[in-house]
């Protein structure tokens, strides 16, 4: 559903919004492969919410010289 990795140097931090079965979505941040954040959301207006953070910090990121990287499968 939503999913972004973002790099400076040799720090990574990933962003990314699931759903899980009929339990609703996962929300989770990892930080240099250490999970920061991971909550299962029911309620669609908090993934909404959460999604819109997301997106704020992302574009904060990115302004301060974050790059967008490629995940490969």
């Known amino acids: 559903m939503y ?5 400076l140097a040799e720090h990574v931090k990933r962003y990314s919004i699931y759903p899980r ?3 609703g979505w996962i ?3 990892e930080e240099d492969r250490r999970l920061v954040r991971h909550i299962c959301y029911r309620d669609w207006h908090r ?8 997106r704020l910090q992302v ?12 995940v490969t499968p």
Do not use: C, H, P
Not at 3 to 7: D, E, K, P, V
Not at 47 to 54: G, H, K, N, S
């Open 3 to 7: 999913s972004i990795t973002l790099q």
């Open 21 to 23: 079965a009929s339990e």
């Open 27 to 29: 929300v989770s941040l």
């Open 47 to 54: 993934v909404e919410r959460a999604a819109a953070i997301f």
């Open 59 to 70: 574009a904060d990121l990115i302004s301060r010289g974050w790059e967008l990287r490629r």
